[in-house]
């Protein structure tokens, strides 16, 4: 999972910093799947009949992102950032103006 605003300032320092010459960043803040994705668009919206079920048998989301790492570096020292947007607030953001 990596959220559309960290998405775009990596680009940024893609774009604007000269040490970043040629080199592929990794965005990607932590593994997830659709059972936890629901789950907090449930625990956003208790109410809501339109969000499904999860899938069956979906297990853990287990890939290796230690190269993510320095994508989160650059978030904090070009944008004074503490870390990646979390999946609650990307998704909190996302629904905001849903009814």
Same mark, same amino acid.
């Given at each position: ?20 010459? +040629?080199? /592929?960043?990794?965005?990607?803040? #932590? ?9 907090? @668009?449930? $625990? ?23 190269? +993510?790492? /320095?994508?989160?570096?650059?978030? #904090? ?9 979390? @999946?609650? $607030? ?10």
């Amino acid at each position: 999972f990596v959220n559309v605003e960290d998405t775009a300032r990596l680009h940024i320092v893609a774009l604007l910093a000269p040490e970043v010459k +040629s080199e /592929r960043i990794w965005a990607c803040a #932590k593994p997830t799947n659709w059972t936890e994705i629901i789950a907090r @668009l449930r $625990e956003l919206r208790p109410l809501s009949s339109s969000i499904p079920e999860p899938p069956r048998n979906e297990g853990e989301e287990n890939s290796d992102i230690t190269g +993510s790492k /320095r994508a989160e570096e650059y978030l #904090k020292r070009f944008f004074n950032r503490c870390g990646w947007v979390t @999946l609650e $607030e990307s998704l909190r953001d996302g629904i905001m103006d849903l009814p």
